[in-house]
């Protein structure tokens, strides 16, 4: 696609990134055959496509209006159209650069700006999350109906293993995962303990970065990941250090292994965070490499139990995003579960962050299709791998919907 970016970006950073990106779409289309809101809408530029000619036009000096912004608010980052392009336009990057130059060429105002604040402010701080969250459960029944959906019944944390072997592995805690659903971690370490493996956190890690990026917060984002990096980066340089950054929540994953380009042309930081993406590892591929240990005690315990029908949701931050595929599903059909088939598992159930909050009728929409196809086989539960998802679609369903690794720690029990 050829283009002519506007003087106020084309010598930047960002300017020169943008133009290599637009220059390898070829306006296929196949993209909008694979965009969830496109199919919703049916409105070419609430697809891929023609999202990308906005972009384009607002880089070459065009007119913005709130009408393009919320164009591009519409998307969800799925990066489905990613996984479909035959040129490798990488849209997502060109999406955040985007998004950037809308909001500052039409600021937002009203509620539509406060509420993007508070949750850029307040979804990151654990400690104001975890209190707020441990207060709404305490009062769950009483919410209303859509404030409930956000609210998950409390559970309980399990016991996480003592630090006992050779083998260390650090584990993200994140932002709104432990107070969500604390059994997720403590699940992850009960596997890899078994196999050998120690699973400790770095207590002054926290949020991976990721809502503020997609809220608009860049720096912030750069500032969450400088904070993460200083957190690991001792027990991961040190001698006999921690083998990987483990992620049981996909979404952080693909944030954390974007981290050398977060931060790159930062001179403190640029290298150690291009090792620390290297590092990070989503649970699936820790417990995949190390089948050699896990099989046969999964085949020990599964041997004389029925085979039970599980439909499993794969995030779009895990298939599309880190490109992760088949993995889980491997791994939960040696753990004795008959996958039942999902169609059009490439689409996003409509959590993706904070989409869910910000475009409630869209999300919804995606959310009910997803859990339609997801309970077609029958089955007695659904598993996931990102807390977003989870949570957006057990508040859809009364069937359980649960971490993979806490179906898999349970077969080994």
Known sequence: M?????????????GREAEEILRKCVHCGFCTATCPTYQLLGDELDGPRGRIYLMKQMLEGGEVSEKTRLHLDRCLTCRSCETTCPSGVHYSRLLDIGRAVAERKAPRGGVDALLRSVLKHFLPRSWLFAPAMKMGQ??????????KAKVPAPQASGTWPPARHPRRMLALAGCVQPAMAPNINTAAARVLDRIGISLVTAPKAGCCGAVRLHLNDAEGARD???????????LVNAEGGAEAIVMTASGCGVQVRDYAHLLQGDARYEAKAARIALLTKDISEIVAAEGGRLLPLLAERCADRPRTPLAFHSPCTLQHGQKI????????????FELTPVADSHLCCGSAGTYSVLQPELSTRLRDNKLAALGAGRPVGVASANIGCITHLQSGTELPVRHWIEYLDESLN
């Open 2 to 14: 050829q283009t002519e970016l506007a003087d106020f970006i084309r010598d930047t950073p960002a």
């Open 138 to 147: 305490a009062v769950r029944d009483y919410l209303p109906a859509a404030l």
């Open 325 to 336: 595929r088949g993995v889980v599903e491997s791994l939960l059909t040696a753990a004795g």
């Open 224 to 234: 969450d990941a400088r904070r993460n990096i200083d957190a690991w980066w001792p």
